[in-house]
């Protein structure tokens, strides 16, 4: 069984920045890709960045050249470099962990909120 929990989230004014982690346990082979949704009030959740295991990167393009997503090398932690952030950058931000095996995974969110 896996479990994933995130951190990092707090406030800060446009502009600035903040790192986001998520710390995998358990069954961590079982992970193919994980990644970050976030979900601001009255929208939809959607996808911010995503890592395979093979490294492969994927960004919205709402954040393309302002976060970087990345792990550690024993896999088991994965962050969210936010720089440049908007107001519109405000949400609660969730890290994900899917697999073949084990289905998808959700942490239980943290709030990022971009003071204007």
């Known amino acids: 069984q896996v479990q994933v929990v995130e951190s990092g989230g707090g406030l800060v004014q446009a502009g600035g920045s903040l790192r986001l982690s998520c710390a995998a346990s358990?069954?961590?082979?079982?992970?193919?890709?994980m990644g970050w949704y976030r979900q601001a009030p009255g929208k939809q959740r959607e996808l911010v960045a995503s890592i395979t295991r093979g490294g492969s990167t994927y960004y919205a393009d709402s954040v393309k050249g302002r976060f970087t997503i990345s792990r550690d090398n024993a896999k088991t932690t994965m962050y969210l470099q936010m720089n440049s952030l908007k107001p519109e950058d405000t949400a609660v931000y969730y890290c994900?962990?899917?697999?073949?095996?084990?289905?998808?995974?959700w942490g239980q969110g943290t709030q990022v909120t971009v003071s204007s």
């Open positions: 994900n962990a899917a697999g073949a095996r084990l289905g998808v995974l």
């Open positions: 358990g069954s961590i082979f079982s992970i193919d890709a």
